[in-house]
């Protein structure tokens, strides 16, 4: 604030008084929140799907404050994953104190302090995030394959999420209680990755939509709600008004995902302009599709910007399972479906399984209703397939990918890949006005044949 000296007065100018708040806010707009990312010689982005090292020459996720920035665990020989709490006060990572050792869950405080290990693994444990509960959602690599869990804080009562044949890891916790995983299009067999969904006691696990992209990969939920993911293209978002995806066209190059959204409105992005250089931390901003320089990458990989602060607590649901060994699986029409079938044509589903060599074994099949409904038991925890057939045995499609139930899990469908957004007829399935027994696709001998 100025001030003039008239006639022995002070006078305030305030043209200047505006001006100077004005600069005063900008400058602070300029400085970034409290932070945590991951700093790494080289960063792997997809060696996660074939069960790779995504950091092959070590990690440190660091803590900015201000305008510098600090390990978060320096006696550690590697750290990765920075995960913040409900409350902004803690922090778990995935970390290595030497260079032989596998990779655990730890917590620490954010202001220091020693770090508490969480995990006590066989494998590698990464990739971690709080639930409520007092528990983790997690990744563990065994015997070459990633596969989530849960379990409590203090590492007991872990329990696997994942079934798929493939690699799946999470990326986010979201604010309905989800938890938002990566894993390959087709899951279990695919390529690229892909965003899916799954509830916290393994139940309920879907593509969050199906208008599946190139690739699709670290998805994390931001303050307006939406899932901001990396894919080929550079940014997208799903919006629940909108059951596809919608592209955010920032700046060429290559994103890293795992965005944040700053209070400004801002993106904090990782970024780089090609395979030969390094991801910096970027601030994007939508309306001009401006980057700022956030954090520069010099000669390290910056990645997994995380901001650290309070945030919403996840809704928690408690589980539905029964103590059952199979599940129930209700389809109310096989028609309602992103392809496209004649009225009456589908006849007939079979369900398959892989073996011990990851060869598609059939369980099992059973006949389709006029109005496309079947009702079927399945096994529970173990992958499983559905194909369509036409009344001449024919196959109409079958999937490519895999997906499972869990054991005691009982869950209505409203077709075959027929997205998540969509709702129910309001109308009772033929198959249940027949009979309300599923067919038992389970396994056994006597089951092949169909009812």
């Known amino acids: 604030m100025r001030r003039f000296a008239m006639g022995g007065l002070m006078l305030v100018c305030a043209a200047c008084v505006v001006w100077e708040a004005v600069s005063a806010q900008s400058a602070g707009d ?8 991951t700093a790494a010689p080289s960063y792997l982005i997809d060696a996660w799907l074939k069960g790779g090292e995504r950091f092959p020459a070590g990690a440190q996720v660091m803590l900015r404050d201000g305008e510098s920035s600090r390990p978060l665990a ?13 409350d902004g006060m803690k922090v778990l990572f995935a970390g290595k104190r030497t260079p032989k050792d596998t990779w655990q869950v730890w917590e620490v405080a954010v202001d220091g302090g020693q770090a508490k290990r969480v995990t006590a693994c066989l494998g590698d444990c990464l990739r971690p995030f709080y639930i409520p509960g007092n528990r983790l959602v997690y990744a563990q690599r065994l015997d070459g394959q990633f596969m989530i869990e849960t379990a409590a804080l203090d590492g007991s009562a872990a329990l696997q999420l994942t079934y798929e044949p493939g690699h799946a890891l999470p990326t986010d916790v979201l604010r309905d209680g989800r938890i938002l995983f990566e894993a390959a299009y087709p899951m279990g067999n695919g390529q690229s990755p892909e965003i899916y969904t799954v509830y916290s006691d393994g139940s309920g696990v879907e593509s969050y939509r199906c208008d599946h992209g190139e690739r699709r990969q670290a998805g994390k939920q931001v303050a307006t709600g939406d899932i901001v993911f990396a894919n080929g293209q550079g940014l997208g978002r799903f919006t629940s008004a909108q059951a596809h995806e919608v592209a955010l066209n920032p700046p060429t190059g290559e994103f890293a995902g795992d965005v944040a959204m700053i209070a400004s409105g801002e993106y904090l992005v990782s970024w780089r302009a090609d395979a030969k250089a390094h991801f910096s931390l970027q601030r994007w901003n939508q309306s001009t599709n401006t980057f700022a320089p956030a ?6 990989d910056l990645v997994q910007p995380v901001l650290v602060e309070p945030r919403q607590v996840p809704k928690q649901h408690p589980s539905g399972l029964h103590e059952w060994n199979y599940a129930n699986l209700l389809c109310l029409n096989a ?5 496209k079938f004649a ?3 589908v006849a007939a589903m079979r369900l398959y399984t892989p073996n011990e060599k990851g060869q598609a074994t059939l369980l099992g099949s059973s006949a389709v209703e006029p109005d496309g409904s079947f009702y079927v038991r399945v096994p529970g925890d173990q992958p499983l397939q559905i194909e369509l057939l036409d009344r001449q045995s024919k196959t109409l499609t079958r999937e490519q990918g895999w997906w499972w139930m869990r054991k005691g899990e009982q869950r209505v469908c409203v077709g075959c890949h027929a997205g998540p957004e969509r709702a129910p007829e309001n109308a009772v399935p033929a198959v249940l006005v027949k009979s309300t027994t599923p067919t038992n696709l389970t396994g056994a001998a006597s089951n092949k044949g169909g009812r």
């Open 74 to 86: 320096a006696n550690f020989y590697a750290t990765a994953d920075p995960a913040v709490s409900f």
């Open 343 to 345: 009225p009456g044509t």
């Open 295 to 300: 954090i520069p990458a010099n000669d390290a």
């Open 335 to 339: 028609y309602t479906s992103k392809y």
């Open 30 to 37: 300029k400085l970034l929140p409290p932070l945590l990312y």
